[in-house]
C-alpha cells in the first residue's frame, strides 16, 4: 500500500524557517517524481514545487522561488521543503503528492501556521 | 500562466441524479487535464487524468471528457458518499487547479 507520510509542521513566526518532511513507503521511491502542494484554510489548491525522480529537475511556484528549496534522500525514501523567510500567506496546510503531472498518491497534509 | 475556471462553484443535487461540473481552461490544453475529490478533512484523491481515463478503483459512474478549453466531470447517478469539493487541474504547462467545485446534496 503506498502511503506518504509528512511531518515537521507547526507555529513558527514570520521571517523565520520550517523543514517539511514526508516518507514514502509501499512503492519504489527513487522511480518517482515528487511534489508539494498546499492548501490555505478554507481556501482551494496550489502547487508549489516539483523534484524528479533523480532530482535533476527543480521546479518551482513563483510565490516560493528563492524561499523553499526542495530535496530528496532516496535512500531514505523521504523527500523535504525547506522553508526560509516564512510569510502569513504560506500558511496553509502542506501535502505531499507523487507523479510528474498529475498526482496519484497524496499524504494526509501538515499544518504550517506563520503568525507572531 | 493558464488559468482553470471551475463552474458553478456550488452544486445542490439529490441521490441518483446525473450531475455535470465543468472546467474551463484560459488557452488550449489539449487533454492535459486531472480531476480530483476532497472530502470534508481528507487529502484529494485522483479521479480522472489525461481528461478521460478512469484513476483505478475510482468507481465506474465517474466519468471525464473534453479537450482544448472545455472540460466535463460527469456523476451518473449521485451517492450520498460523493458529497465533496472537486478540483480540476491542467498539466500542459506548469501545474494550475480549478478553484473547485463543492458538491452537495439536495
Known amino acids: 500500500e503506498v502511503q506518504l507520510v509528512e511531518s515537521g509542521g507547526g507555529l513558527v513566526q514570520p521571517g523565520r524557517s520550517l523543514k517539511l518532511s514526508c516518507v514514502a513507503s509501499?512503492?519504489?521511491?527513487?522511480?518517482?517524481?515528487m511534489n508539494w502542494i498546499r492548501q490555505a484554510p478554507g481556501k482551494g489548491l496550489e502547487w508549489v514545487a516539483y523534484?524528479?525522480?533523480?532530482?535533476?529537475?527543480?521546479y518551482y511556484a513563483e510565490t516560493v522561488k528563492g524561499r523553499f528549496t526542495i530535496s530528496r534522500d532516496n535512500a531514505k525514501n523521504t523527500l523535504y521543503l525547506q522553508m526560509t523567510s516564512l510569510r502569513s500567506e504560506d500558511t496553509a496546510l502542506y501535502y505531499c503528492?507523487?507523479?510528474?503531472?498529475?498526482?496519484?498518491?497524496w499524504g494526509q497534509g501538515v499544518m504550517v501556521t506563520v503568525s507572531s | 500562466d493558464i488559468q482553470m475556471t471551475q463552474s458553478p462553484s456550488l452544486l445542490s443535487a439529490s441521490v441518483g441524479d446525473r450531475v455535470t461540473l465543468n472546467c474551463k481552461a484560459s488557452?488550449?490544453?489539449?487533454?492535459?487535464l486531472a480531476w480530483y475529490q476532497q472530502k470534508l478533512g481528507e487529502a484529494p484523491k485522483l479521479l480522472i487524468y489525461?481528461?478521460?481515463s478512469l484513476q483505478t478503483g475510482i468507481p465506474s459512474r465517474f466519468s471525464g471528457s473534453g479537450s482544448g478549453t472545455d472540460f466535463t466531470l460527469t456523476i451518473s447517478s449521485l451517492q450520498p458518499e460523493d458529497v465533496a469539493t472537486y478540483f480540476c487541474?491542467?498539466?500542459?504547462?506548469?501545474?494550475?487547479f480549478g478553484s473547485g467545485t463543492k458538491l452537495e446534496i439536495k
Open positions: 503528492a507523487r507523479q510528474d503531472n498529475y498526482f496519484d498518491y
Open positions: 509501499g512503492f519504489t521511491f527513487s522511480n518517482y517524481g
Open positions: 523534484i524528479s525522480s533523480g532530482s535533476s529537475y527543480i
Open positions: 488557452q488550449n490544453i489539449y487533454k492535459n
Open positions: 489525461n481528461a478521460n
Open positions: 487541474q491542467q498539466y500542459y504547462s506548469g501545474l494550475t
